[in-house]
């Protein structure tokens, strides 16, 4: 398909999916982007050949599969999407009063489309690298949630997707858009799954505004199909005294490059961020993970676990950038993976960019097997090899583990993990 | 029912880390113990005392060249350590590790349940019960348990919880290798109360140590007295006192035994 006859379907499927004309234009853009530029970089691990688009990319609208859907409670707050289609979207009266929106991406876009599209691929350029442009340009799934200023939603904020692949050549782009004005406060918890085992690609973003003074925690929970190859990219803008706490589990069965980002504006800003991984089999696993400071006094941190099963590869880069003028900025940042058996290639790379003098930067890295002594201590107990593994395992996790901050993500993400470990030994 | 530890014969050898040659260690150990009695052994350092308990447990390191150990006339030597301790073996350490993220109580549990079939695991009720007990005989603080496992824990604290592990597991021989070391009076008194909580028909001991100063509140039956791999002597509590008194180097000259001792002067 050359690029005159690429956009023409793009710009006919935007038509009929009623979008603003503004999306249609810069989904436009974002193609011709898309056709130029190069992936994102990601040290140490080479993924250029995976497929993370379609061979003649074109966007198209399906139903949903059929899915079994709890109804939610009143004080619920709850969106579920099956592949491109929200199946609820639900928002207790008294938020709703407040201002509080919880809705398909595009259903906002013809609802409240000025407000979706000021926000909308500003924290993120599309023209960043060849999978942001594609992925603004085939975008075909998303949700937005918008807190107003001053609000604080106390129940955690629950999007399930569910990305449907029961059938092949149906990719899935999607993008969760977060506002949270200032002084608000927000707790998203996000679950991703997979339904089906066709190979498709994903593609998943979060865009995350956190204006002055306001605080928002966003965990996810990852557990894509082994047969989806994922590009994600989540990243907060975070401003004046403004808190982003991630707790990311990446549980993934498949190839996976990931970037999380926290972009510290405003001045006394804060990120934080916290990410588990586990490996399988013959899984290859990139995350960047990447803080970089714009204010003066902000604080940035950054804890990575990874553990790594069969012949599994994972690469953790942890970067902390300082920008000229950030003074009294602080940069911590941790990544340690385990490897489970010799098969398995870990990396774990910290990366420091400071241009300013007055700031307080660190790292620490680790990459080896399970602590011989530990595991010995505990076998000379009698438990068992694999339990007495699963309990190591667990106690090189929990420094990140333990700083969850919801109770039920972090049991969630341990009966996940005791599962993986479980199959993984097995 | 009455259960035999025996050690036959038995000589070890260890890789030495340097040359990469062997060094046998052990040369021809023999000892057996019964459920209802508790043994000591002492020697002078670099003797073999922690190479025996190390290899009854099973411990990697450590090469069996010659010899067995029976447990109940079955030998253990090809059981992995886990094994070893499932079928009644505990060996207190020195240095326990430290695992972070592990409560002590998990791990407790984790080790009852072990020993124990899956269809009859230890209740959350009758664990806390037996744990609240333990902790109390051995002045042990509650918030011992939620701590992770022996992490920060001071020296004393962890030779304390090698004992609380031992009281809840209710091992049929346990090994206490120099758990005396670094304890101050009152913390050895602790740890004598809980070993000797333990005696009874069902329990046997084999306490490792330097000096006579732990027998006086753990007293043995039998002493036995090791130098240069083997046991050369064995007798009842009064050998303890007697090594007290002339030393190991006399022990040796009255034996006619020729062997160089580590710590002596030459």
């Given at each position: 398909m050359d690029l005159t006859t690429a956009k023409q379907q793009l710009a006919t499927a935007s038509a009929t999916h009623h979008e603003p004309s503004a999306l249609t234009k810069r989904r436009l853009a974002a193609l011709a982007a898309f056709k130029t530029l190069a992936l994102p970089k990601m040290p140490k691990?080479?993924?250029?050949?995976?497929?993370?688009?379609?061979?003649q990319p074109n966007l198209t609208w399906t139903g949903a599969a059929a899915f079994d859907l709890a109804p939610a409670l009143e004080e619920q707050v709850r969106l579920t999407q099956v592949g491109q289609v929200t199946l609820d979207a639900h928002v207790p009266a008294a938020l709703k009063d407040q201002g509080v929106l919880l809705m398909d991406l595009f259903t906002a876009l013809q609802t409240v489309p000025d407000l979706v599209l000021k926000f909308?691929?500003?924290?993120?350029?599309?023209?960043?690298n060849k999978l942001t442009a594609h992925h603004l340009a085939y975008l075909n799934a998303g949700a937005f949630l918008y807190v107003p200023r001053g609000?604080?939603?106390?129940?955690p904020v629950e999007i399930n997707v569910t990305q449907d692949?029961?059938?092949?050549?149906?990719?899935l782009i999607h993008h969760l858009l977060i506002v949270a004005e200032a002084n608000s406060q927000v707790d998203v918890i996000q679950h991703l799954t997979t339904q089906g085992d066709a190979a498709n690609p994903a593609s998943l973003m979060v865009e995350i505004v956190a204006q002055a003074n306001s605080r928002v925690t966003f965990s996810s929970l990852d557990e894509l199909g082994a047969q989806t190859v994922t590009y994600f990219k989540r990243r907060a803008q975070i401003g004046r005294d403004a808190k982003v706490e991630w707790a990311v589990g990446?549980?993934?069965?498949g190839n996976t490059v990931g970037e999380m980002d926290s972009e510290?504006?405003?001045?006394?800003g804060e990120g934080d961020s916290k990410l588990i991984a586990i490996t399988t089999a013959d899984q290859q696993v990139g995350i960047n993970n990447r803080v970089t400071h714009h204010g003066q006094h902000t604080t940035g941190l950054i804890n990575q676990r990874g553990v790594l099963l069969g012949q599994s590869r994972l690469v953790f880069n942890g970067i902390g950038e300082i920008i000229h003028g950030a003074h009294g900025a602080k940069a911590e940042q941790q990544n340690r993976v385990l490897m489970m058996s010799p098969a398995t290639r870990g990396d774990a790379n910290p990366i420091l960019l400071i241009d300013e003098n007055d700031v307080e930067a660190g790292h620490a890295a680790s990459v080896g097997p399970v602590n011989p002594v530990q595991l010995n201590y505990l076998l000379s107990r009698g438990i068992p090899k694999p339990v007495a593994q699963r309990l190591v395992i667990r106690g090189f996790l929990a420094a990140v583990l333990t700083a969850i901050p919801t109770q039920r993500v972090r049991e969630e993400l341990i009966a996940i993990l005791e599962r993986k470990l479980t199959d993984g030994q097995a | 029912m009455m259960a035999t530890l025996e050690v036959k014969d038995l000589h070890v050898a260890v890789t030495d880390?340097?040359?990469?040659g062997q060094k046998e260690i052990l040369t021809g150990v023999n000892l057996v113990m019964k459920t209802g009695e508790i043994h000591a052994i002492m020697g002078p350092n670099g003797t073999g005392k922690s190479t025996l308990s190390q290899t009854i447990m099973g411990q990697?390191?450590?090469?069996?060249t010659q010899g067995d150990i029976l447990l109940d006339g079955q030998?253990?030597?090809?059981?992995?350590v886990d094994e070893r301790a499932r079928r009644g073996l505990f060996l207190a350490m020195q240095y326990p590790a430290e695992i972070q993220g592990v409560t002590n109580a998990e791990f407790l549990r984790a080790a009852i349940n072990a020993r124990r079939p899956a269809d009859d695991q230890i209740s959350v009720m009758a664990f806390l019960k037996k744990l609240d007990a333990n902790l109390a005989l051995l002045d042990m603080s509650e918030s011992m348990t939620e701590?992770?496992?022996?992490?920060?824990?001071s020296g004393g604290e962890k030779k304390r919880n090698e004992i609380l592990q031992l009281l809840m597991i209710e091992p049929t021989f346990a090994i206490l290798d120099e758990?005396?070391?670094?304890?101050?009076i009152d913390a050895l008194k602790v740890v004598a109360k809980g070993v000797n909580s333990m005696r009874g028909a069902n329990f046997g001991s084999l306490i490792i140590t330097?000096?006579?100063?732990?027998l006086n509140y753990i007293v043995p039956d039998t002493v036995h007295v090791m130098m240069g791999g083997k046991i050369v002597k064995t007798g009842g509590p009064e050998l303890a006192k007697q090594l007290e008194k002339e030393g190991y180097a006399g022990l040796r000259d009255e034996l006619g035994l020729d062997i160089q001792l580590v710590d002596e002067q030459h």
């Open positions: 691990l080479k993924f250029q050949t995976w497929p993370f688009f379609e061979r909308l691929m500003t924290v993120v350029k599309a023209d960043e609000v604080k939603v106390t129940a692949s029961t059938q092949p050549h149906q990719p990446m549980m993934n069965a510290l504006i405003g001045e006394g | 880390e340097e040359t990469k990697p390191g450590y090469q069996v030998s253990i030597l090809a059981m992995p701590r992770y496992l022996n992490e920060g824990f758990i005396d070391s670094g304890l101050d330097h000096y006579q100063r732990l």
